[in-house]
């Protein structure tokens, strides 16, 4: 109800034409204005000293969405404060601020008019978080159980920082990271991955993709203009160096990790690996394939970059300790929560040899100044309280058993299908029969039956032929993997 008791659906219900009961309406203005009337409503029943700002608002917004018309005509300040029940000199200021704004246009005794500066209303926020429509089984890899998240220990954890954290921890952080998240993040680091973690060279970071990035632009400004990268490997590597301005060299792997011969004719001195679990390929690196990678780095004068993405997820044995724990000098080690918590979290870890670790703190200070300070000290009382173990017990034990239920269901469904690599992490590689094949074919009529599922050959151009799939498996409940590689094997029996 309107301050005067007219129906705000009716503007103007006290004179026939008119927008407020008093002036005539412009002619040809009607629609236009009536439409707008009532996002101005809110304007008088607003608290007194918020009145102004209400009705300006409530006209941008009118102009915004189109309700208000390039060319529409206003109802004259007296008219719009009698009808609204406000001041008139609040309207007036209205109409002047918008008009200097350029929302509004006015001459002298000509009244006032909507301007033609805003050209659409306000587009609707999209989400370009990847998706899979329609999937009735989505094997795509890389993503964790969600479901696992620790709900109610990450609330308590956060209950906890924000009743204990004092004022200034809120200012801008160390960009490094907190010094209580670096402390805790080295010793767990040290105790579950076998790394050398100074404190002083872990830098917090936004996950890996951010880690990675960062190394880029300080390699590149020390005049490096490509690093190599597994073949196959991850194709968000070559992206996020691109960004950077490096570009990649792919090169192949052997049974033992990344080949050397390819390594050392490259000409490149730095190179990303996965060495606990590769990916996509699953195999883990020798002892013998680690140490020559280390002995190429040290020959010229080089880096290899360890992406420890799901190190602490192995299910047949104790996790292989990381590279970086080999020689800390030629190594730059990140990882990040992304699959033990959550990638949305943006939450990770990146330790420097010393001689990069002030251009990489540089580099972060001027990227984003520093990570948010109330995300790191939860995720350090997380750790502190040993609520991370826990949880990396619990998604230790579910994975396990969904990559057995995995494997079991190829075995009933794909008589003579091979999986490959170590039994870690949240995705493996099965090779099917060559019956099942061609894999075009294969892929098409797994998509027809709804089932997502991502090929070898995605990830590089140094694969064999055949019907070789990377399936993640984390994600999915032991019912669903069944059901889905039943799916699959219906779609394709021959």
């Not at 009532?38 to 102009?63: D, H, I």
């Not at 370009?128 to 954890?157: V, Y």
């Not at 390699?219 to 490096?246: C, F, K, N, Q, T």
């Not at 699959?339 to 670790?357: C, E, T």
Request: charged residues 25%.
């Amino acid at each position: 109800m309107t301050p005067s008791g007219t129906n705000p659906g009716t503007p103007g219900a006290g004179a026939a034409g008119s927008p407020a009961g008093g002036g005539a309406e412009p002619s040809g203005c009607a629609p236009s204005w009536a439409a707008a009337w009532e996002l101005l409503l809110p304007a008088a029943s607003a608290p007194a000293r918020a009145r102004g700002r209400t009705l300006q608002a409530a006209l941008r917004e009118a102009v915004r969405s189109g309700r208000l018309a390039q060319g529409t005509r206003l109802p004259s300040s007296r008219e719009l404060a009698a009808d609204l029940g406000v001041s008139r000199g609040l309207v007036t200021e209205a109409y002047e601020q918008l008009t200097a704004e350029g929302y509004l246009r006015s001459g002298r005794g000509a009244g006032t008019w909507v301007g033609g500066a805003v050209r659409a209303a306000q587009p609707r926020a999209r989400d370009l978080a990847p998706r899979s429509p329609g999937a009735r089984a989505d094997f795509l890899p890389g993503t964790p159980d969600l479901s696992l998240f620790p709900r109610a220990a990450w609330t308590a954890a956060h209950r906890g920082v924000l009743a204990e954290l004092p004022h200034h921890a809120l200012g801008y952080p160390d960009p490094r990271g907190l010094p209580r998240l670096r402390t805790a993040l080295a010793e767990l680091l040290v105790r579950r991955r076998g790394v050398v973690a100074d404190p002083e060279r872990v830098v917090v970071v936004s996950g890996v993709a951010q880690a990675m990035t960062l190394l880029g632009f300080v390699l590149h400004a020390r005049g490096m203009r490509a690093v190599g990268v597994e073949d196959p490997g991850s194709p968000e590597h070559g992206s996020l160096y691109a960004s950077a301005g490096i570009g990649t060299v792919p090169l192949p792997l052997d049974a033992d990790g990344l080949a050397t011969g390819p390594l050392h004719a490259s000409g490149v001195r730095a190179v990303v690996t996965t060495p606990a679990h590769q990916f996509p390929s699953g195999i883990g690196y020798s002892a013998r394939r680690r140490a020559e990678l280390l002995e190429w780095a040290r020959s010229v004068d080089g880096l290899v970059i360890e992406d420890d993405y799901d190190g602490d997820f192995r299910y047949d044995r104790a996790p292989v300790g990381a590279l970086q724990g080999l020689d800390p000098e030629r190594v730059a080690y990140t990882g990040s929560v992304s699959k033990s918590l959550a990638p949305g979290l943006r939450l990770g870890w990146l330790l420097v040899p010393a001689f990069l670790a002030e251009d990489v703190v540089e580099r972060k200070r001027t990227m984003d100044l520093g990570h948010p300070a109330i995300d790191q000290a939860v995720m350090a009382r997380f750790l502190e309280h040993g609520d991370y173990d826990r949880q990396l017990r619990r998604c230790q034990r579910a994975y396990r058993e969904r990559r057995d239920t995995l494997v079991s269901a190829l075995d009933e469904h794909f008589p003579g299908a091979r999986v490959s690599g170590v039994a870690a992490g949240l995705h493996a590689i099965a090779e099917l029969p060559d019956r099942y094949g061609p894999l075009d074919r294969f892929l098409e009529r797994a998509a027809a039956a709804g089932v997502a599922v991502r090929p070898l050959t995605d990830y590089g151009e140094s694969v064999d032929d055949g019907v070789r799939l990377v399936l993640g498996y984390a994600h999915l409940s032991s019912a669903r993997i069944r059901e889905g590689v039943r799916l699959m094997a219906d779609a394709v029996r021959v």
